[in-house]
């Protein structure tokens, strides 16, 4: 469940047997409920070290008393402690509105180990800023020690990233050290006392990364042991704030699919009333999807939910890519092939509008073009979550907390004034992703979501011949612009109703172009098995 209406962030396909071995900034392959709680002790911890440099600072000069006399510590001992204290409380905060909004965790950790070295270094600070006891030749072990292994034990991220962090804060000691002999605040000492005071760090630095190594694997080995109904996750292919898809493969039949599930911690963090319609509406989209039987809507094979209370469904795993994915990358299509692909959405929504349902989140990010077979540029209709009926006078709209009830750049001027829903909603969506399949462009450009929806409600568009340099015949430059007529009444009253009018319109689309398309331009369809994001 990704938010609608903007860009999606890939996430990684990293499979949970190898989990650990990869460094991209964005993939954390261990199953999201042990990420997420490392962002919460990352938090805590945060929280925790700033609380200790403030105490130190505080007492010693309240008190006088223990290691320092901060009267006789230079300034640098109490600008340290105080950046300390600062440091924490940001990655704190930082941390805590992260978890509060469900965002991406990756980017959290990667900070957090950011925070470790810079952490470590003003703890080296501190320390080498007080002046030695007399006769004090060789210092105890440093508390970087200290930080760096409880840092790891209770934040693990990958062996690569836990390696370099470790090191660096090793490192940070060393220049630390130097700092205060520059500024006269320690004596110099010989090299064979530097490498006493700061060489035990490096080992530890790479004991900790191996001890990340081991814990990664134990969770990567949890994430490859989970298991909805009958089958068995192998990879995350997308994910949200609330839920994710995994690829997974049927234990006994072999045979691989997509599984849509919301992950069980938001369910039990969650307010009862919360809980209750997210799950009322994750069933709502199965539901929804099972109803309909058109080839031209992706395919449910079940639904559930598991032993750790994650409601999940199974659907067919496809191989291609979204109408979004499609344009941007190869520019506007030719106005057959267009033709060829929004009479199969229609084929699609005709079907769930004569069923009484209407899609309301039709967009390109919905729609996958696929290779089905020996079939290419075979098109799939996404994510009913929104879809409601327009035939009872009452039902209930299941709507995620804070997600408007479509996609702005797509949405009917009626849908967006809050007016009943009608199928001549979907129609008006279909004929802005016709606008995005002929021309590559929106309907409007817009800077943000209000100034787009009042550009539907009441700016006349362009005809699509005018943003293009590509043919487009009269007759569906026509029919894209009723499509996009601000009253519902003068649009096509229904997706069939749509299907007709296109299908008058000459056209020549061969199936041999198709697979010459799919050679050229996605020839790992010939070659591996599918991998394509499913929504």
Known sequence: MLVPGGPRRPVPRVSPARAGTSFGLGSYPLPPEIVEASVRRLAVIAALYSLLCASIFLIGRLARVGWVDPAAAPPIYGWSLGLGAIAGLLMAAFASIRISRSADSALTLNLG?????????????????????????????????LWT??????????????????????????????????????PHTSLVLWGLEHGPLFPLAIGAALLTRFIYRLGAQVSLAREMGSYRLLELMAAGGMGEVWKARHRLLSREAAIKLIRSEPLF?????KVDALARRFQHEAAAIASLHSPHTITLFDYGVSDAGEYYYVMELLDGADLEEI???????????????LIQIC?????????????????????MLCRLGLSYDFVKVLDFGLAKSHRLSSVTQITAEGMAAGTPAFMAPEVALGEPVSPAGDVYSI????????????V???????????????RPPLPPSQCTENEI??????????????????????????????????????????ENWWRIHRPESFTSTPTATVR
């Open 113 to 145: 180990l950011v925070f470790e070295v810079v952490a470590g270094f003003l703890i080296a600070l501190a320390e080498w800023s007080t002046p030695r006891l007399p006769g004090e030749v060789l210092r105890g072990q440093s508390s970087v020690a």
């Open 149 to 186: 292994a409880f840092f790891v034990l209770a934040v693990p991220t990958t062996f690569q990233r836990t390696l370099l962090a470790a090191l660096l804060t090793a490192a940070s000691t060393i220049v630390a050290h130097g700092a205060q002999i520059l500024a006269g605040n320690s």
């Open 269 to 273: 963090t969650g307010t009862p009333e």
């Open 327 to 341: 344009v941007r990358r190869h520019g506007p299509l030719p106005y057959s092939r267009a033709l060829h692909i």
């Open 347 to 367: 084929s699609s929504l005709g079907e769930a509008h004569l069923a009484g349902l209407v899609h309301r989140d039709v967009k390109p990010k919905n729609v």
């Open 431 to 442: 004929g802005c992703v016709a606008y995005w399949l002929l021309t590559g462009r929106l």
């Open 444 to 458: 409007f450009e817009a800077d943000n979501l209000v100034s787009m929806a009042l550009a539907h409600s009441s």
């Open 473 to 514: 015949p009269l007759p569906l430059d026509q029919i894209v612009l009723e499509c996009l007529a601000k009253n519902p009444s003068e649009r096509p009253q229904d997706a069939r109703a749509l299907w007709m009018a296109l299908d008058r319109i000459p056209r020549h689309w061969p199936e041999a172009d198709a």
